[in-house]
């Protein structure tokens, strides 16, 4: 069974860099992109950005200019970095892996991390 | 980007009703449709995905149908365990979007 565990800073001042990972228990990390979300207090989710394990990534074209996302394949890590951030990006954070199949791919998400709630605040 | 909407926002039900969220797509995704159930301060859970195929380990009273633009969720007799928010999402093409979700509680 694969479980995601997530970590990272929970308070980031305005115009500063958040940074989150997550790391990857069981099954094949390799059979997976792994994507990250977020959803901001009382409201709905968004897709950010995801990468495999050989470091393709797709991103959300709305937060793409300050998203960084990386991979460490061996330690079974992806790692999130969003620059520049303001009080709009108040949100649990989570992470996902995004699995696909030659009957769909398109995939589905699953499993989730914990998530790792970041507020931005001076 | 491709937009979701659900129907409705919220909905009362009793322990037994048989409960339907609509979801709609503004453009075709096929069978790319994904629903989530979300409690109170946790992360999302896959309930069905493909549109129509249950994960493994959910109760067979949640049953998924449609395709292209049109989606439905339905649990056939809902206990006291499925009260929560339901969120459809695309994955037909990113950037992979959600509907605004549907709270289902006690009436």
């Known amino acids: 069974q694969v479980h995601v565990k997530q970590w990272g800073a929970g308070l980031v001042k305005p115009s500063e860099t958040l940074s989150l990972s997550c790391a990857v228990s069981g099954g094949s990390f390799s059979d997976y992109f792994w994507s990250w979300f977020r959803q901001p207090p009382g409201k709905g989710l968004e897709w950010i950005a995801e990468?495999?394990?050989?470091?393709?990534?797709n991103y959300n074209p709305s937060l793409k200019s300050r998203v960084t996302i990386s991979v460490d394949t061996p330690k079974r890590q992806s790692s999130l970095r969003l620059s520049s951030v303001t009080a709009a990006d108040t949100a649990v954070y989570y992470c996902a892996g995004h699995w696909t199949t030659t009957d769909s791919p398109s995939g589905w998400f699953d499993p989730w991390g914990q998530g790792t709630p970041v507020t931005v605040s001076s | 980007d491709i937009q979701m909407t659900q129907s409705p926002s919220s909905l009362s039900a009793s322990v037994g009703d048989r409960v339907t969220i609509t979801c709609r797509a503004s453009q075709s995704i096929s069978s790319s449709l994904n629903w989530y159930q979300q409690e109170p301060g946790e992360a999302p859970h896959l309930v069905i995905f493909a549109a129509s195929t249950l994960r493994s380990g959910v109760p067979s009273r949640f049953s998924g149908s449609g395709s292209g633009t049109h989606f439905t969720l339905t649990i056939s007799a809902v206990q006291p365990e499925d009260f929560a928010t339901y969120f459809c999402q695309q994955s037909y093409s990113p950037p992979f979007t959600f509907g605004p979700g549907t709270k289902v509680d006690i009436k």
């Open positions: 990468i495999n394990h050989s470091g393709r990534t």
